[in-house]
């Protein structure tokens, strides 16, 4: 039997918080709301990581590469990049990686074509249907001989299901246990490569004032005695003018 969307999001939601290690009160829809936001967010993020891959930069190594990522985030988004332990879980499942590939190649041969509104695979959900020629073979039996029922061989599949997909659970489980720690270190890394970033267009700034100002000295000493009327006037004017600027500045 397949499961219908509730069901499945029942037993997330039975599984959270039976294994949760925090105080938490989610209800069903919340955690629906939660995985969507991770979705949306870590696709993203994974489209800016694209376009750094692609520019096949010489000296760029894999943890650059999420640096430049993580500020391209920061400038399209206005906002920091908060999901890197659901990414460092995600980028390792098969069916994630598959689906983003899958969207990826469809993008490519039809750029008219419409984009789906869920980018990135949901846990996929296990279907209990049992074949009915699998039912009615006589090498699955049971007991002496007596061929297994439809109900008890429906009941089976649907008990291995179960056991896979908990065990897919535990393991994203804990895939972000790890991935916190992995976090904590890129978020020191980010802050030294924000940090220096910021302390480069400081500099740049710096430069461009001290340019400024030996041309402002120059004009200033500039001798206009020599001048016409208007040419005096003009410096005067200018002059004038630096001079008011700096004092606003004091």
């Not at 296990?126 to 009615?136: F, H, K, S, T």
Request: aromatic fraction near 10%.
């Amino acid at each position: 039997m397949d499961q219908s969307h509730g069901t499945y999001w029942g037993r997330i939601h039975d599984y959270f918080h039976q294994n949760k290690e925090f105080e938490s009160d989610r209800s069903q829809s919340s955690l629906v709301h939660c995985w969507s936001t991770i979705q949306e967010h870590v696709n993203k993020y994974c489209g800016f990581l694209s376009q750094i891959q692609n520019r096949n930069q010489s000296g760029v190594n894999h943890e650059d590469m999420h640096v430049q990522a993580s500020l391209m985030y920061k400038k399209k988004e206005e906002k920091k990049f908060q999901f890197m332990h659901c990414y460092n879980v995600l980028k390792n499942l098969p069916k994630w990686n598959d689906k983003r590939n899958q969207l990826a190649a469809s993008k490519t041969s039809s750029k008219k074509q419409k984009k789906t509104a869920n980018d990135s695979p949901a846990i996929s959900t296990p279907a209990c249907n049992v074949d009915e020629n699998w039912a009615a073979d006589p090498e699955n039996t049971v007991g002496e001989g007596r061929p297994m029922g439809r109900k008890k061989a429906k009941q089976q599949m649907c008990e291995r299901s179960d056991l896979s997909r908990k065990e897919s659970l535990d393991y994203l489980w804990d895939k972000k246990k790890e991935a916190d720690a992995e976090e904590r270190k890129f978020e020191e890394r980010y802050q030294i490569a924000f940090a220096l970033e910021q302390k480069r267009i400081d500099l740049e700034r710096d430069k461009f004032e001290f340019k400024r100002m030996i041309k402002e000295d120059k004009l200033l000493r500039t001798d206009t005695s020599a001048m016409s009327i208007e040419e005096q006037e003009y410096y005067k004017n200018v002059k004038n003018q630096i001079l008011s600027h700096r004092s606003a500045q004091a």
